[in-house]
């Protein structure tokens, strides 16, 4: 594995653990702690890994899957056991955030505010009400991209997230989303230069009034952020969830490429956005190749293999 880098990652990564081949969790944390990674999400409370998280600094975003939102949402002395035996068991993490579900499935998505206020409650319960409660959406709740000025979330998605919205504006807590500029590219969604998906345009390619924009991923922020504001939710922070490119299983999956996104993603986080000129919070997908993943680019998005060699060559530190 080559060498650690100067100076703190810019941007947190996700770890997934879909793969029969993996390092240990013990092993996984002083590969994040090597490349300077400050932050960390995991999609389930995985013991092995909170516990080689514990002392170390790195703040945790943890995940209450989607299966055990029913129970969450429908039971208060459920949610305060969840709380107690991930959360409060764990006294040495440094939690950021507890997603309560990820891209819930919009037919299940009634349970999804009642667990994120049984969750939240348990939380202030304990004593632990500065870990904010939020949940991930996926880039297909969002309606309209282009110009970010019009962003909407869809119908369907309209149905629940004004529920959301209103919890995270009251709570203070951020909206996560996961987004993919790599899918809205290849699905044609726009029939855009890969530039602009890549952020290598020279120049604005969408002008929106005053505001330029040279990337789609800035592009959907802000359109993310209209689309929250449409809701009441003003005061919302996006963060970037998931983000990436694949190395290869599929149309404009190359290593060269994905190197480049996330090379320039790390590289312009800090900028913000043309509507927000403030670092975003961002996430790269993912730490691993994970083999137990579908075939084809869901098995290609690692940073690193499984035997701990780096994918590509790039530098986490801002």
């Given at each position: 594995?080559?060498?650690?880098?100067?100076?703190?990652?810019?941007?947190?990564?996700?770890?997934?653990?879909?793969?029969?081949n993996?390092?240990?969790?013990?092993?996984?944390?002083?590969?994040?702690?090597?490349?300077g990674f400050?932050?960390?999400?995991?999609?389930?409370?995985?013991?092995?890994?909170?516990?080689?998280?514990?002392?170390?600094?790195?703040?945790?975003?943890v995940?209450?899957?989607?299966?055990?939102?029913?129970?969450?949402?429908?039971?208060e002395?459920?949610?305060?056991?969840?709380?107690?035996?991930?959360?409060?068991?764990?006294?040495?993490?440094?939690?950021?955030?507890?997603?309560?579900?990820?891209?819930?499935?919009?037919?299940?998505?009634?349970?999804?505010?009642?667990?994120?206020?049984?969750?939240?409650?348990?939380?202030?319960?304990?004593?632990?009400?500065?870990?904010?409660v939020?949940?991930?959406?996926s880039?297909?709740?969002?309606?309209?991209?282009?110009?970010?000025?019009?962003?909407?979330?869809?119908?369907?998605?309209?149905?629940?997230?004004?529920?959301?919205?209103?919890?995270?504006?009251?709570?203070?807590?951020?909206?996560?989303?996961?987004?993919?500029?790599?899918?809205?590219?290849?699905?044609?969604?726009?029939?855009?230069?890969?530039?602009?998906a890549?952020?290598?345009?020279?120049?604005?390619v969408?002008?929106?009034?005053?505001?330029?924009?040279?990337?789609?991923?800035?592009?959907?922020?802000?359109?993310?952020?209209?689309?929250?504001?449409?809701?009441?939710?003003?005061?919302?922070?996006?963060?970037?969830?998931?983000?990436?490119?694949?190395?290869?299983?599929?149309?404009?999956?190359?290593?060269?490429?994905?190197?480049?996104?996330?090379?320039?993603?790390?590289?312009?986080?800090?900028?913000?956005?043309?509507?927000?000129?403030?670092?975003?919070?961002?996430?790269?997908?993912?730490?691993?190749?994970?083999?137990?993943?579908?075939?084809?680019?869901?098995?290609?998005?690692?940073?690193?293999?499984?035997?701990?060699?780096?994918?590509?060559?790039?530098?986490?530190?801002?």
């Amino acid at each position: 594995m080559a060498g650690s880098n100067a100076g703190a990652a810019s941007v947190g990564v996700c770890y997934g653990t879909s793969g029969d081949n993996l390092p240990p969790a013990s092993t996984v944390v002083g590969m994040l702690r090597e490349n300077g990674f400050t932050v960390v999400r995991l999609y389930w409370p995985d013991p092995a890994a909170l516990a080689a998280l514990a002392g170390t600094g790195i703040k945790v975003v943890v995940g209450a899957p989607n299966d055990v939102l029913p129970a969450l949402a429908t039971s208060e002395s459920a949610a305060a056991a969840w709380v107690r035996q991930n959360i409060q068991a764990h006294p040495l993490v440094t939690f950021r955030y507890v997603v309560v579900g990820n891209e819930v499935p919009a037919g299940e998505t009634a349970h999804l505010v009642p667990a994120m206020e049984n969750v939240h409650a348990a939380l202030a319960a304990a004593g632990l009400g500065h870990v904010k409660v939020t949940t991930a959406i996926s880039q297909g709740t969002i309606a309209v991209h282009l110009p970010p000025s019009a962003g909407e979330f869809t119908e369907e998605a309209r149905s629940f997230m004004g529920y959301v919205v209103s919890f995270l504006e009251r709570t203070r807590a951020p909206l996560l989303a996961n987004l993919y500029p790599y899918f809205v590219y290849t699905l044609g969604l726009g029939h855009m230069d890969m530039g602009f998906a890549l952020f290598t345009s020279p120049g604005p390619v969408v002008q929106d009034g005053e505001y330029g924009y040279q990337n789609l991923l800035d592009a959907t922020v802000d359109a993310l952020y209209t689309a929250v504001a449409r809701l009441g939710g003003s005061r919302v922070r996006v963060v970037v969830s998931e983000t990436g490119w694949p190395t290869a299983g599929g149309a404009a999956a190359s290593v060269e490429n994905a190197m480049t996104y996330n090379q320039n993603l790390v590289r312009h986080v800090r900028k913000g956005t043309p509507r927000r000129p403030r670092r975003v919070e961002a996430y790269v997908f993912a730490m691993f190749n994970e083999n137990l993943k579908e075939a084809g680019v869901e098995q290609n998005w690692g940073l690193f293999y499984p035997n701990m060699e780096r994918v590509y060559p790039i530098t986490f530190g801002a």
